[in-house]
């Protein structure tokens, strides 16, 4: 029922590639193995959406077990003659399963998160909680034994929802402390049922919730899924209404689906024919629709021309023209950077300018585009994601990650040599604020002998300043979203009252002084323009949405605001006198 609702749900509401995605991942759920589907399929990319906007993902956890289920029966008859060896190699094996969690993490962490092998040590300790339970009898232990039994296990799972966060390895050894705390409770509660947690937890309001827990857990993440792909906030008032929400749905789940199949009195074939044959049929063949009409739904044409008119506004690139030349730091190449697709503005110009650097220099290709079409040059643009556009002499670490960096600016800043006017921008504060990589503090230092290299040769360099950084809860997709959910309200501006903005700030101050100073050097920057008055910056302008991500800009919107400011006041000086400096001996 989950399954269905939710599907038919997501062809209404979500957008048409997560429709699809709901789709897909309905089909691995219906087959216990949702864990391998998100394995294999979940996107982690830069500009990947939320996991926690993804209806499915929690049926990983009902994969997981439904592979343990398959596989214990082939144990139990070793397991009837458990004994005292056969627990300490249980214990051994247990062990083994944490330290193979820990130290494949950082081979897969998304395997390790996701996959049987690396959850057995879970179940092995329910294994053994079993066997304390139902095959050994320890009665005549003293109570007061088991009171401290029950108390530690508490204190070991309230030391892991405080202690274990998204930073940890996770499962690993750090999977013991909250499994074998949850074993000591019930192994208490089942030799001591008068304890003072045992009856904590056993008053009617806990278990009233322990008999509809599994209609929660399957009801709660869709329900909270579904909120969060609205871009609400969760407070106080929105969170108590939605836990009353998922008790009331799992209540009546409980009631009028749960019980009544337990309890069916019905043949085997009668179950496995409507019980399990007929929601297999029904579920595969709305998924399989969904998933050949696109996740469309039952929207209709107009929708789509409306969600194509908003989508245009969200690359990061010209899709049409592919005219933005980004890369992986690990496959940048001379090859790649000297295609004609790369040479842009006014092509019939001597090829004399360059725009280099990481992410935050090629969304500012749209807009150099319009500066240099009214002014007329041309311009090579190349760029790499989360590389700064500095000399590999200046890169600090070793590790695979700088390596690749290393490679990737040894070319661009080597290509980049080649012209006469230098254009570089990037995420500047970013790098100047990281040790380990970049140097910090000296970051600046280095990247300005750099430029005093340029134009000691007799080069012009041009430093574009890095935009302003919008809060994680930003939603670029809020537009679109907005079509088939009509509540949703999407912002137009964001405050940039913050410390991340104030350290940008003050990057592109020290930008600006450093140009000052040295009269081959000038600095430009949009934000006056982005951001009037320097409290708050545009999303949103005039139905132009500006920004693809927190801290990137449009292809459309970097456009967008170079005709604004041609319009306003024409293009600016720093690029208007390109062609005239281009026109002297250098």
């Known amino acids: 029922m989950v399954i269905v609702i939710v599907l038919i749900s997501s062809q209404q509401f979500l957008l048409p590639q997560d429709a699809k995605a709901v789709a897909k991942s309905s089909i691995w759920s219906l087959f216990a193995v949702a864990n391998i589907f998100f394995f294999r399929h979940l996107d982690t990319s830069y500009f990947a959406p939320e996991s926690n906007e993804i209806p499915f993902l929690h049926l990983w956890t009902l994969g997981v077990e439904e592979q343990f289920y398959m596989l214990w029966p082939f144990f139990v008859p070793v397991f009837r003659r458990i004994n005292g060896i056969f627990f300490l190699l249980l214990i051994m094996v247990s062990i083994l399963c944490f330290y193979f969690a820990e130290y494949f993490y950082y081979i897969s962490p998304k395997f390790t998160y996701y996959m049987l092998p ?292 040894k070319i661009s800043t080597t290509r980049a040599k080649n012209y006469d006017i230098i254009i570089m921008s990037a995420r500047w504060s970013m790098y100047s604020n990281n040790d380990r990589f970049y140097g910090g503090e000296k970051f600046l230092d280095n990247l300005f002998k750099q430029i005093k290299g340029y134009t000691k040769e007799g080069k012009k360099v041009i430093i574009i300043g890095e935009i302003p950084h919008m809060k994680s809860e930003y939603s670029p997709l809020c537009k679109q979203k907005s079509i088939s959910m009509p509540f949703m309200y999407c912002k137009d501006i964001f405050y940039i009252d913050d410390e991340r903005n104030r350290i940008i700030k003050e990057t592109n101050i020290k930008l600006k002084q450093f140009a000052s100073l040295n009269h081959a050097v000038d600095f430009f920057s949009i934000n006056n323009y982005l951001c009037p008055g320097e409290k708050f910056c545009y999303i949103n302008l005039n139905n132009i949405q500006l920004f693809i991500d927190a801290g990137h800009l449009s292809y459309v919107g970097s456009q967008y605001l170079a005709r604004m400011i041609i319009q306003e006041e024409g293009v600016p000086e720093v690029f208007k006198k390109i062609p005239e400096v281009l026109g002297k001996p250098l």
């Open 118 to 409: 690396a959850r057995i040590g879970e179940f092995i300790i329910g294994i053994i909680t079993s066997a304390l339970v139902f095959k050994y009898r320890y009665n005549k232990l003293p109570g007061v034994l088991f009171s401290a039994i029950s108390f530690l296990g508490f204190s070991l799972i309230i030391y892991s929802i405080l202690s274990i966060s998204h930073d940890n390895v996770f499962p690993g050894f750090l999977a013991i402390p909250p499994t074998l705390g949850t074993a000591m409770i019930i192994l208490s509660g089942h030799y001591k049922k008068n304890g003072l947690l045992t009856r904590f937890i056993s008053m009617n309001f806990f278990t009233s919730i322990g008999k509809i827990s599994y209609s929660l857990y399957l009801w709660h993440w869709p329900i909270l899924a579904f909120y969060h792909y609205g871009d609400y906030n969760i407070t106080l008032i929105s969170g108590i209404i939605l836990f009353l929400i998922m008790i009331i749905i799992a209540f009546l789940s409980y009631k009028y689906i749960e019980v009544p199949f337990r309890l069916a009195k019905k043949s085997a074939k009668f179950i496995l024919a409507f019980y399990v044959i007929c929601p297999i049929v029904c579920i595969l063949s709305i998924a399989l629709i969904a998933k050949k009409i696109g996740g469309q739904g039952l929207r209709g044409e107009s929708y789509l021309k409306k969600l194509n008119v908003i989508t245009r506004n969200l690359d990061y690139a010209d899709s049409d023209n592919n005219v933005t030349c980004h890369f992986a730091p690990f496959n940048i190449s001379l090859v790649e950077i000297n295609k004609q697709r790369c040479f842009v503005g006014d092509v019939t110009k001597p090829e004399k300018t360059v725009l280099f650097g990481d992410s935050n220099s090629g969304h500012f290709v749209g807009m150099l585009i319009e500066f240099a079409k009214h002014s007329g040059f041309g311009f090579r643009n190349f760029s790499h994601y989360s590389c700064p556009p500095l000399e590999t002499k200046y890169i600090l670490d070793n590790s695979k990650e700088s390596e690749h960096c290393k490679s990737a600016t």
